[in-house]
C-alpha cells in the first residue's frame, strides 16, 4: 500500500512553526512497510485542500491529513473531505458530550465554536481524542482511505499509534514489512565527486535504494531497505554499507545520528588528550563544535579569538615580523598561531584557524574564501590550505568543519 500525506495550514506555509508532523508520520509508515512518495503542505483553503486530496488519490491508497480539525472558521479539512467524497456532515451526539465534558474537567464553559467538531462525515470510522477536543476520522471513498488527524502532535500521535497504524495493517492483511534506512555522513568531497565515486552503485540498487543529500557542510548517502524483519534489513543494509566504505572510506566520518565533534571527543576521551584553539576568522565557531559535547570540560582547556594583529601579537605571541612578511592569512601565521595556543594553554593539541571569510577583504593574491588552519600535536605540526567558496557564514562553516575533519583523520589514524 502507498500513503501520502497531506499537513493542513497557512501558518505552515508561512514559516511560523515546523512541521514535525509529517517527519512523524513518515517514521510511523516506514516502520510498518508502508511507502511514502509524496508530502503536500496545504494552506486554509477548502477549494485547495480538495485540489489536493485528487491529487493524492491519483496515487496513494492512504492519504494522511492532519491539521484543520478545530473549532474556528479556518478549520476547513471536515468540509473539504465532506465534498471531495460527497460524504455530508453529520451531527454526532456522543462526540459533542465528550467535548462538553472535556470543558467541564477544566470547569469552563464550551464555546459555541466548539460544536462544529461534532460534526463529520457520514459512515466515517471515529478516532478518538483522548488528549484535546477534536476527534479524527477516517472515510473510505472508492476503495481508498482518507485519515484525518489533528495538527497538535501531542493529540495526533496516540491516534496515530493506537488506532490508525492497527486499522492500516488490518486493511494490508498483517503482510507487515519494515523500511529501515542508514545515513552515511560524508564530508571533504565535493558532492559531483562523490557521485562520480558511488554512481554506479545509485543506479544499479533497487533494493536497498541509496540517496545522496547535500548540506552545507556535508553529504548524507542514505541506504534504504525494505524486507520483511529488521533483521533481513539490516543485513540488505550492510552488503551495500560495505560497497560505498571501499569506496569513501577515508571520507566517511560518522554514520546516523553520530557527529565529527562526537567522534572526536570519544577519540581525546579514550587517548585522555587536551585540545585548545586559536581562532581568526571563525569567531569561536570550532571551539563551539567542541565543546558541544556534555563533559568536553575534560579535553578542551581553552580557546581564544584574535581577530586584530596586535591580539595576534600581544595575546597569543605572534611574531610582528611573521605578520609584516607574510600577514595574517598566511600558513606561517596559521602555525605560530597552534604552536602558541597548544603552549598557552599547556595541552597536548592546539588547533588554528585564519582565513578571508569575506563578503570584502580579499586581494588576487588572497582571495575571499581563502583559510589557513594548523594542528599541532605536541609539537608536530600539520598545516593545511583551503579555497571555500559561498557566503560569508558558508565560509567560517566550512573552514571549522574542515579543521575538526582533518583533525579527526590525524587521531583516527595515529596510535
Known amino acids: 500500500m502507498k500513503a501520502e500525506v497531506i499537513t493542513v495550514g497557512t501558518e505552515l506555509l508561512l514559516g511560523q ?3 514535525t508532523n509529517s517527519v512523524y508520520l513518515s517514521h510511523k509508515l516506514a516502520e510498518i512497510g ?53 460524504k455530508k456532515l453529520v451531527f454526532k451526539n456522543d462526540i459533542l ?6 470543558f467541564k474537567n477544566r470547569k469552563i464553559e464550551m464555546p459555541e465554536c466548539n460544536k462544529i467538531q461534532a460534526y463529520l462525515p457520514e459512515e466515517a470510522l471515529i478516532i478518538e481524542n483522548t488528549v484535546g477536543t477534536a476527534p479524527g476520522f477516517i472515510v473510505e471513498h472508492n476503495s481508498k482511505f482518507i485519515i484525518a488527524m489533528p495538527g497538535v502532535p501531542s493529540e495526533m500521535h496516540p491516534m496515530m499509534e493506537k488506532i490508525v497504524i492497527p486499522f492500516i495493517l488490518e486493511k494490508q492483511g498483517y503482510r507487515k514489512s519494515i523500511i529501515k534506512y542508514k545515513t552515511l555522513k560524508v564530508t571533504g568531497l565535493p558532492e559531483s565527486e562523490i557521485n562520480d565515486k558511488i554512481k ?32 533481513k534489513a539490516d543485513e540488505m543494509i550492510e552488503e551495500k554499507k560495505k560497497e560505498i566504505y571501499n569506496r569513501l572510506n577515508e571520507n566517511i566520518f560518522a554514520e546516523d545520528d553520530e557527529t565529527l565533534e562526537g567522534k572526536i571527543a570519544n577519540l581525546l576521551f579514550e587517548r585522555n588528550l587536551k585540545i585548545s584553539t586559536a581562532e581568526s576568522c571563525t569567531a569561536g565557531l570550532l571551539s563551539f563544535r567542541l565543546t558541544n559535547i556534555p563533559g568536553s570540560s575534560k579535553y578542551f582547556s581553552g580557546g581564544v579569538n584574535v581577530y586584530s594583529n596586535y591580539a595576534k601579537t600581544e595575546i597569543l605571541g605572534v611574531k610582528k615580523e611573521t605578520l609584516e612578511k607574510y600577514g595574517a592569512v598566511s600558513q606561517e601565521c596559521a602555525r605560530q598561531l597552534a604552536k602558541n595556543c597548544r603552549e598557552k594553554f599547556r595541552t597536548d593539541i592546539g588547533v588554528s584557524i585564519t582565513g578571508i571569510a569575506g563578503p570584502t577583504g580579499g586581494t588576487d593574491e588572497k582571495p575571499v574564501g ?30 571549522v568543519q574542515m579543521a575538526l575533519f582533518n583533525l579527526y583523520k590525524l587521531l583516527r589514524w595515529s596510535s
Open 17 to 19: 512553526i515546523i512541521d
Open 370 to 399: 581563502l583559510v589557513y588552519s594548523c594542528i599541532n600535536v605536541k609539537g608536530n605540526e600539520n598545516s593545511y590550505k583551503h579555497n571555500f567558496s559561498g557566503s560569508r557564514d558558508v565560509v567560517r562553516a566550512r573552514a
Open 97 to 102: 458530550l465528550k467535548i462538553n465534558e472535556f
Open 34 to 86: 508502508i511507502d511514502l512518495f509524496f508530502k503536500t503542505t496545504v494552506g486554509d483553503n477548502t477549494e485547495r485542500l480538495k485540489q489536493a486530496l485528487s491529487i493524492a488519490f491519483e496515487r496513494a491508497d492512504i492519504i494522511i491529513l492532519t491539521g484543520g480539525l478545530g473549532p474556528t472558521v479556518d478549520d476547513i479539512t471536515r468540509q473539504a473531505v465532506s465534498e471531495f467524497t460527497g
Open 200 to 231: 554506479d552503485i545509485f543506479e544499479n540498487s533497487t533494493n536497498p535504494t541509496i540517496g545522496v543529500l547535500a548540506h552545507q557542510i556535508e553529504i548524507d548517502i542514505r541506504i534504504t531497505a525494505k524486507a520483511e524483519d529488521k533483521k
